[in-house]
């Protein structure tokens, strides 16, 4: 994962289904593959960049029960599955301002961010 604060500072946060917990990126930056917004794209189209520090579990999606299968014969706790999201821990991405929450943890800014607002993902090859 790069420009992420120490790994385990963040591992007691639990991002919530489709949402995503993003690190800003300094406005200076460029990556490596020369990915840049300009200022003006950032002011008027309120669109952003910063990476992708921690990742929900995704969409959730109804428990699949067989026909053979009785609801009451469940147990209590039901299982939830979940369709998984595009976005990586360690992934540049580039969101709509607008939709994103901010948060301040542990003396750094976040953005808490739905995949829905994500327009592109940046991913270092592997």
């Excluded at 929450?101 to 808490?112: C, H, M, P, S, T």
Aim: proline share 7%; net charge negative; charged share 30%.
């Amino acid at each position: 994962m790069r420009h992420n604060a120490p790994a385990s500072k963040l591992q007691k946060l639990i991002v919530v289904g489709d949402r995503l917990l993003i690190k800003p990126k300094s406005t200076k930056e460029q990556t490596k593959s020369g990915l840049f917004l300009p200022p003006g794209v950032q002011e008027k189209e309120k669109v952003q960049e910063g990476y992708v520090m921690r990742v929900g579990p995704g969409y959730p999606i109804p428990a699949d029960y067989g026909l053979d299968d009785e609801i009451w014969n469940q147990d209590e706790k039901e299982q939830v599955r979940y369709l998984p999201l595009q976005a990586r821990e360690g992934d540049l991405a580039i969101y709509l301002q607008r939709d994103a929450v901010e948060i301040n943890y542990l003396g750094d800014k976040y953005f808490i961010v739905p995949q829905s607002s994500v327009l592109l993902l940046e991913r270092e090859e592997e």
